[in-house]
């Protein structure tokens, strides 16, 4: 897998079209960390990581509303591994006028936009969730 940040995007995104409640993929820091985001805003229920048979995944189960209409609208990866996007602090854009998140991968760790922002911290755009 070249791309587990967007292998995680797009199982989530299936998982959201089909009306899945749980969503199991293979662990990796990145993919937790990005879960761990996901969770602290709302946009997912709970994330679990577990050891079954020498591999380790990543239990995510995702939030929906009152009509079974998912929390998450779309994801959008931002930063891929042909083209990298990075922006200082006082450059990091607003998504969906502040409705959504953009996931940061800056010195201090991933962070949110706001969190970035409040930190005066920029970094490498990873993806927009809103």
Known sequence: MTDPIADLLA???????????DLYLPFSKIKRDIASILKEEGFIRAYK???????????????????EDSVITDL???SKPGRRVYVGW????????????AILSTSKGLLTDKKSRKEKVGGEILCYVW
Do not use: C, W
């Open 90 to 101: 006082d450059d990091i854009p607003y998504v969906k006028r502040g409705l959504g998140i």
């Open 11 to 21: 199982r989530i995104r299936n998982a959201k079209q089909r009306k899945h409640k």
């Open 49 to 67: 990581t577990s050891g079954t048979t020498g591999f380790d995944e990543i239990k995510i189960t995702l939030k929906y509303g009152h009509a």
């Open 76 to 78: 959008k990866r931002i």
